[in-house]
């Protein structure tokens, strides 16, 4: 597959949550190999690659509405389990492959993928990473991604906490690759907007328990009473009965029920690009939207009210200087980020964001050109260096320790019919309730 060949390049994108295919799909464009300008026509060189998207069925796989409000479309997009997709790529011819996946789900796919593509010459250029903030499992979840052929680090301070990490275990380092995260950009904070906004970004899962959320819940509302002349947002990552990456028991749309609070606090949901447009300060607990926030030179916060703590993600942000609480926001305080802490995340607004992908692209294009195609994947964990671990996380895939589909594993031997999609989304629906609805209150029960 020489990469100066006139066709746009193929990519398939592999997703099993809205904020990862956001990153997949975002990163595949990035990435992509371009054809030559004197291999193709003008139009042809100028567009982007053929985008075919892929949704692991699962928790979290996410809804039509979910999709819009991403706004990162496809050329194809469609649901299947994990041995459907194996078998789409036994036979596809793509260039990249993106595995945007929680880490098991990469192992998962890696060893599938090394058995389907074990007599082919040639195969696509396997690429995965992390669609934000790596603050917790990292060697865990890192030695899951090992084995694609590129495992892209969000910043330079991520590619040196990786290769420790591979280099630590006496695994091949050389996979990482420095990039940033694809979706940073949009205009640059240029003052105070009327009326001023203050916008609270929130986690499904951080922080977990009900008396931090409402804490955090009754200082926004408190704000926003404090400041009548300012419009207080809440921005909400799904509604209730939807999961995103990470699961939501205690949904803020239901806790704000509890509260009474005044005209200028909203709830709102959306692009989270749309919503910085209009924002003068960004407050969160750990979300990467301080990231995006950060590059586009708005004023942030990273709370401190609830203590910096690895649970909860903000101890990423030691040095950042921009660490504050409700209180001190409320007296009027306005961090100043740390530009060197800034710079070392990747999210420097000076230009340098345009070239982030560069080296990925290169190294892919060179992996695309090499001679006789690529080895075939392997990846650190076998059934010989992790026995008590690795079997594991195949059979959660319904894919055996060689990587072959178990007996009696979902659609592994015809596409799923019109009755089968409708049980699938029924199961997913009665899931998604047991855990919202049931699960808390049985957790209640269980403390009296």
């Known amino acids: 597959m020489p990469v100066s060949t006139p066709k746009r390049p193929r990519i398939a994108v592999l997703a099993d949550s809205d904020t990862r295919w956001k990153w997949g799909a975002l990163t595949a464009d990035r990435i992509a190999p371009?054809?030559?300008?004197?291999?193709?026509?003008?139009?042809?060189?100028?567009?982007?690659?053929?985008?075919?998207?892929?949704?692991?069925?699962?928790?979290?796989?996410p809804t039509p509405r979910q999709l819009e409000e991403v706004g990162v479309h496809a050329d194809s997009l469609r649901e299947v389990t994990a041995v459907e997709f194996l078998r789409a790529m036994a036979g596809g011819t793509y260039d990249v492959l993106v595995l945007s996946?929680?880490?098991?789900?990469?192992?998962?796919?890696?060893?599938?993928?090394?058995?389907?593509?074990?007599?082919?010459a040639e195969r696509p250029v396997v690429v995965t990473g992390y669609v934000g903030v790596v603050y917790e499992k990292l060697a865990d979840g890192l030695l899951l991604r090992h084995g694609a052929d590129l495992v892209l680090a969000n910043s330079r301070q991520d590619?040196?906490?990786?290769?420790?990490?591979?280099?630590?275990?006496g695994a091949d380092a050389s996979s990482v690759t420095e990039v940033a995260l694809p979706f940073l950009g949009g205009a640059?904070?240029?003052?105070?907007?009327?009326?001023?906004?203050?916008?609270?970004?929130?986690?499904?899962?951080?922080?977990?328990?009900?008396?931090?959320?409402?804490?955090?819940?009754?200082?926004?509302?408190?704000?926003a009473r404090r400041h009548p002349e300012r419009e207080v947002l809440l921005k909400l990552r799904s509604k209730p009965g939807e999961h995103t990456t990470h699961i939501e028991e205690l949904p803020y749309q239901k806790?704000?029920?509890?509260?009474?609070?005044?005209?200028?606090?909203?709830?709102?949901?959306g692009n989270m690009g749309e919503v910085l447009d209009r924002t003068d300060l960004l407050v969160t607990v750990s979300s990467t939207a301080a990231l995006e926030s950060l590059h586009r030179?708005?004023?942030?916060?990273?709370?401190?009210?609830?203590?910096?703590?690895?649970?909860?993600?903000?101890?990423?942000?030691?040095?950042?200087?921009?660490?504050?609480?409700?209180d001190q926001l409320d007296a009027g305080h306005r961090p100043t980020p740390d530009e060197e802490w800034v710079a070392r995340q990747g999210v420097v607004a000076d230009g340098s964001y345009d070239f982030a992908f560069d080296a990925a692209g290169k190294r892919i294009a060179e992996l695309l050109a090499r001679p006789g195609g690529l080895p075939p994947l392997a990846p650190y964990y076998t059934p010989v260096t992790a026995p008590g671990y690795l079997p594991g996380i195949l059979a959660r895939h319904h894919l055996g320790p060689d990587g072959a589909p178990l007996p009696g594993a979902p659609a592994a031997d015809k596409e799923p019919g019109p009755v089968r999609q409708i049980v699938r989304r029924a199961a997913r629906g009665a899931y998604r309730h047991g855990v919202q609805r049931v699960a808390p209150v049985i957790r209640r029960m269980g403390e009296l």
């Open 159 to 169: 590619a040196d906490r990786f290769r420790a990490v591979y280099e630590g275990v």
């Open 297 to 326: 030179r708005i004023p942030t916060v990273v709370l401190s009210d609830l203590g910096i703590r690895e649970s909860l993600g903000n101890h990423h942000f030691v040095g950042s200087g921009c660490l504050a609480s409700w």
């Open 255 to 269: 806790l704000v029920q509890r509260l009474d609070p005044p005209a200028n606090f909203r709830l709102v949901y």
């Open 34 to 61: 371009r054809p030559s300008m004197e291999a193709a026509p003008r139009e042809d060189a100028q567009a982007g690659p053929l985008v075919d998207g892929f949704l692991l069925r699962g928790r979290a796989t």
């Open 101 to 120: 996946l929680v880490g098991g789900g990469v192992q998962a796919m890696l060893h599938g993928l090394a058995r389907v593509w074990e007599n082919r």
């Open 188 to 223: 640059p904070y240029e003052g105070e907007h009327d009326p001023y906004t203050v916008v609270f970004a929130a986690q499904p899962s951080v922080p977990d328990s009900r008396g931090d959320r409402m804490y955090l819940l009754d200082r926004l509302v408190r704000h």
